[in-house]
Nanobody, 125 residues
Framework: QVQLVESGGGAVQAGGSLRLSCAAS????????MGWFRQAPGKEREFVIA????????DYADSVKGRFTISRDNAKNTVYLQMNSLKPEDTAVYYC??????????????????WGQGTQVTVSS
């Protein structure tokens, strides 16, 4: 059974930091591009950041460049999202997603077939 489990969400003040983790099981982790997406109330799910299978490439939404960093540990089947300088507009449910194969970059959430349950991030001003 393929499963992605996010953790690390919470509430912080603007300018603060959070680190999200996503632990994968039931899949060959190194064969998957891993992405983070977010969805705010009333808005469509949007791409945040992604990392290629071996960690050799990353892709960022313009809104998070210079503030968010993605990394992965293939030995632990885990991907991380380090979020710094958080802004109120970063408030959303953050989802981890997995995309099998070698296509890169892929920013459309519709292409990712495996999803975590989401974790809430709330940034207050």
């Amino acid at each position: 059974q393929v499963q992605l489990v996010e953790s690390g969400g919470g509430a912080v003040q603007a300018g603060g930091s959070l680190r999200l983790s996503c632990a994968a099981s039931g899949l060959t982790f190194g064969s998957y591009t891993m992405g983070w997406f977010r969805q705010a109330p009333g808005k469509e799910r949007e791409f945040v950041i992604a990392i290629f299978r071996n960690g050799g490439a990353t892709d960022y939404a313009d809104s998070v460049k210079g503030r968010f960093t993605i990394s992965r540990d293939n030995a632990k089947n885990t991907v991380y999202l380090q979020m710094n300088s958080l802004k109120p507009e970063d408030t959303a449910v953050y989802y981890c997603a997995a995309l099998y194969g070698s296509r890169w970059p892929v920013k459309s959430w519709r292409e990712y077939r495996t999803w975590g349950q989401g974790t809430q991030v709330t940034v207050s001003s």
